[in-house]
T-cell receptor
Framework: DTEVTQTPKHLVMGMTNKKSLKCEQHMGHRAMYWYKQKAKKPPELMFVYSYEKLSINESVPSRFSPECPNSSLLNLHLHALQPEDSALYLC?????????????FGPGTRLTVL | GQNIDQPTEMTATEGAIVQINCTYQTSGFNGLFWYQQHAGEAPTFLSYNVLDGLEEKGRFSSFLSRSKGYSYLLLKELQMKDSASYLCAVMDSNYQLIWGAGTKLIIKP
């Protein structure tokens, strides 16, 4: 089973709203990732959690706030977003962060900021 | 800097064979991944190469030459459902994936 689930599938929010994206995996993976992907572009890494600790933050604005409540769950809290933040937000997980650790992606959340 | 190059778009015929090339220059190398991504969907893992040579997996094969900084993905017996973007990604010395821009593959009947 290589399933990563994400909710919601689609989200429309205003610039003053607060919302959260959720990601879950039950593969026993110890690394989880948030990516942002704009149309016709490759995924851009935002955050990496390894063993429930934030290990990489790719200079992401503070209006994006990640949280890893336990080894199976990853959240991304959104607040005061801008229209240019509209994108597909992808969660991924991997066994670890080593060179043989393939990342498996969830279906993504399509976010539109009005 | 780090750079991964892939053709932007390719067209092939159903039932034929297509080869998608990827060249890379990265700080360190810990393996190369190929992912398939249908429009509006998440990337799906296809293959991983860390040693030189060919890895075959059904209709898909992936080749790596580390000395040349080169890989290709070979798709045989093309089907309409193979129409998608194919992303090449290299894991660098920090174990982070560096992504190519992707190759959009169009399959015609």
């Amino acid at each position: 089973d290589t399933e990563v689930t994400q909710t919601p599938k689609h989200l429309v929010m205003g610039m003053t709203n607060k919302k959260s994206l959720k990601c879950e995996q039950h593969m026993g993976h110890r690394a989880m990732y948030w990516y942002k992907q704009k149309a016709k572009k490759p995924p851009e890494l935002m955050f990496v959690y390894s063993y429930e600790k934030l290990s990489i933050n790719e200079s992401v604005p503070s209006r994006f706030s990640p949280e890893c409540p336990n080894s199976s769950l990853l959240n991304l809290h959104l607040h005061a977003l801008q229209p240019e933040d509209s994108a597909l937000y992808l969660c991924a997980s991997s066994q670890g962060t080593g060179h043989t650790d393939t990342q498996y992606f969830g279906p993504g959340t399509r976010l539109t900021v009005l | 800097g780090q750079n991964i190059d892939q053709p932007t778009e390719m067209t092939a015929t159903e039932g034929a064979i297509v080869q998608i090339n990827c060249t890379y220059q990265t700080s360190g190398f810990n393996g190369l991944f190929w992912y398939q991504q249908h429009a509006g969907e998440a990337p799906t893992f296809l293959s991983y190469n860390v040693l030189d040579g060919l890895e075959e997996k059904g209709r898909f094969s992936s080749f790596l030459s580390r000395s040349k900084g080169y890989s290709y993905l070979l798709l045989k017996e093309l089907q309409m459902k193979d129409s998608a973007s194919y992303l090449c990604a290299v894991m660098d010395s920090n174990y982070q994936l560096i992504w190519g821009a992707g190759t959009k593959l169009i399959i015609k009947p």
